[in-house]
């Protein structure tokens, strides 16, 4: 598969790329909820995962405790409160030990899992392992870090492959729209990105360049 989400929280942005017939899903992250008014926040992903629910969109919310009995309850909370209007719903999880740990923990109690925050095959790889439905490797902090995202990528889904595991893997971090095909060139089955790539990813110079050319010609014939 090669889909395209989108990576935000703002309801407009979302259903602009919508609209598009671009989009499969919707990313969110703490920092990207933050970009929103101030508010309530089951309010704000409420009225994501009620579009999302109705447009059949993928949509992952990411839980914001930081230890291991928080993590599983705000996983669980968020699960129980959101994916009856959006079936479709992850619960985002960042990598690391007592998240490992969670994130097992929620997978086995059925969550849909997307872990997060990755940035070597090893964190993607021990995510999709404990039971994560969506990994997702950061990858343009990667390679701005000086990381190989071929190598990260080409090797976790050799290990997903290998391992009959039930886990795509999403690439996100992504400013450009070259960098959206390069990484689903690599092999990502998801890239998630903002509204202004997606439309970079619309346009042309030498697309406007002709239409205003077969414009001129057709409206000098038809006049
Ligand atoms: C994916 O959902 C990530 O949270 C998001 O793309 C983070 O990338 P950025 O903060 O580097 O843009």
């Not at 928080?70 to 719903?89: H, M, N, T, W």
């Not at 690391?96 to 997060?116: D, H, P």
């Not at 970079?200 to 001129?216: A, C, I, L, Q, R």
């Amino acid at each position: 598969m090669n889909h395209l989400f989108a990576d935000t929280a703002n309801l407009e942005e979302i259903i602009e790329a919508n609209n598009l017939g671009a989009i499969q899903g919707v990313t969110t992250n703490p920092s990207i909820i933050a970009k929103e008014p101030r508010g309530n926040f089951d309010n704000l992903i409420y009225g994501l995962a009620e579009y999302c629910g109705s447009e059949k969109l993928s949509l992952s919310v990411e839980v914001f405790a930081t230890e291991y009995e928080q993590i599983v309850r705000q996983a669980s909370e968020i699960y129980e409160k959101f994916s009856g209007i959006c079936p479709d719903l992850y619960v985002k999880i960042p990598v690391g030990f007592e998240e490992l740990k969670a994130i097992k923990v929620c997978s086995r109690k059925g969550i849909r899992v997307n872990a997060t925050i990755c940035y070597s095959e090893q964190q993607l790889q021990l995510c999709a392992s404990a039971g994560a439905k969506y990994v997702s490797l950061f990858y343009c902090r990667l390679r701005q870090h000086g990381g190989d995202v071929a190598k990260a990528i080409k090797r976790t889904k050799n290990y997903i492959k290998y391992n009959n595991l039930d886990t795509k893997l999403i690439c996100g971090s992504i400013r450009t729209q070259q960098d959206v095909s390069d990484a689903w060139d690599l092999g990502a089955d998801i890239v998630t990105t903002g509204l202004n790539v997606i439309k970079e990813m619309v346009v042309h110079p030498k697309t406007k360049e002709s239409y205003d050319g077969f414009n001129k010609d057709f409206a000098a014939w038809i006049s």
